[in-house]
C-alpha cells in the first residue's frame, strides 16, 4: 500500500491509510469513552492538559497529536495500562521466536586461563566466542 498524502502538516511523513484508519479509531473511541463516562469535553481537555482544540483533533484522529496527549487522555480514562502492553515483549511472538532463534545451541567452558574471568573459574563460552561466566 502506498502511503497516503492527506496527513496534514509540513515535514511530517505521509501515513499510510491503514495506519490513519488506526488512529481514527482510537480517536473515536476515545470519544466515546470519554462520553460514556459523562466527561464533558472542555472538563476533560484541562485535565489532560490540552486546549478543546487539540482534544477536538485527538477524537477525530489527528495523526499529529503528541504521544503525551495520548497517554495522558488513556490515564484519564483508566486504560493508561493498554498503552503500556501495546509493545510489551511479553506479547510479541514474532520477537520471542527470534530470539529464541538467537540463542545459541551450545555454551562450552573456555580452556585455560584468563585473568578477566578469574582464572577459568565458571566462564564459558558460545559457538560464536561469546564469554559469559
Known sequence: ??????VPGIGR???YPAVLRT???????ISHARRVRRMPAEE???RIGVSRATL??????????SLNTLCMAMHLLGRLGAVADL???????????LSRQAAPRRVRRV????????EGEGAATTDDGFVAW
Not at 488512529?23 to 473511541?29: F, N, S
Open 13 to 15: 511523513p505521509p501515513a
Open 87 to 97: 509493545a510489551d515483549q511479553a506479547s510479541d511472538d514474532i520477537g520471542l521466536m
Open 111 to 118: 580452556r585455560g586461563a584468563s585473568s578477566e574471568v578469574g
Open 56 to 65: 477536538y483533533r485527538l477524537e477525530k484522529g489527528d495523526p499529529g497529536i
Open 1 to 6: 500500500m502506498k502511503p497516503s498524502s492527506r
Open 23 to 29: 488512529i481514527e479509531k482510537l480517536g473515536r473511541d
Open 44 to 46: 476533560f481537555a484541562t
